[in-house]
């Protein structure tokens, strides 16, 4: 059985072969483009199942992709990729609040870059299926009973505020993905939540203390947000 297609979208034809030499290897379809124009063409007619995304490109840059696939109901759940010399907090930020999956500084390892693609592609699955806000999350010796609103480490029920506890099932229900402050905030409690992104800090500092040596499955993205651990089976 063929595996996922991957569109490579890259102005340098060195990094195009390199990368499409690379995942052909391990069993990729594989399309590139050199432009952002090229790039949605494909994306609209070939559907990828991931685009590996250069941010600086002629014409319409990556940015611009990459808001145009968002914006698109069509095509808005492809995942993104992004893959760029810009490795600054700022453009990370941006990248990752525009709607990119995964967001990768140049020079790059093919090896690295291939496993972040599985890992992408991994949770895409599971975006799939949505997570039922009524079943029982179990993370290692943690468990979540979203409609008893409680939660348990190791057998052992801890006290945990609503925000908390909120904070806690968003996470969990989604391992692997890096949310900013403001996307907790908006996911937890709706756009009018009257809390600062700092707030999401204290609420995450006292979630940690509360799972005790549990606590460091909510890993800080340095300059972006947080995540919950992705346990591989």
């Not at 002629?58 to 992004?82: F, H, K, S, W, Y």
């Not at 490795?87 to 990752?96: F, K, N, V, Y």
């Not at 391992?175 to 403001?182: A, D, H, K, S």
Request: charged share 30%; net charge negative; glycine share 8%.
């Amino acid at each position: 059985m063929a595996k996922e297609k991957i569109l490579i979208v890259d102005d340098e034809k060195d990094i195009l072969e390199l990368l499409r030499l690379s995942l052909e290897r391990d069993g990729y379809q594989v399309a590139c483009a050199e432009s952002g124009e090229k790039a949605l063409e494909i994306v609209l007619s070939g559907r990828p199942d991931l685009v590996v995304l250069d941010l600086m490109l002629p014409g319409i840059d990556g940015l611009e992709v990459a808001r145009a696939i968002r914006n698109d109901d069509r095509i808005q759940g492809t995942p993104i990729l992004m893959l760029s010399a810009k490795g600054e907090e700022s453009d990370i930020i941006t990248g990752l609040e525009l709607g990119a999956d995964d967001y990768i500084t140049k020079p790059f390892s093919p090896k690295i870059l291939i496993a972040r693609i599985r890992s992408v592609l991994r949770r895409q699955q599971a975006k799939a299926a949505p997570p039922d806000p009524g079943r029982t999350i179990a993370v290692s010796g943690i468990t979540i009973h979203p409609r008893k609103h409680t939660v348990e480490v190791n057998g052992k029920k801890i006290d945990l505020t609503p925000s908390e506890f909120d904070i806690l099932s968003f996470l969990a229900s989604r391992p692997g993905l890096v949310f900013t402050r403001w996307q907790i905030v908006d996911k937890i409690r709706g756009e009018h939540y009257a809390v600062t992104d700092r707030s999401v800090d204290v609420l995450i500092s006292g979630l940690r203390k509360k799972l005790e040596d549990y606590g460091e499955y909510i890993e800080t993205v340095r300059g972006v947000g947080y995540r919950f651990r992705e346990i591989e089976e």
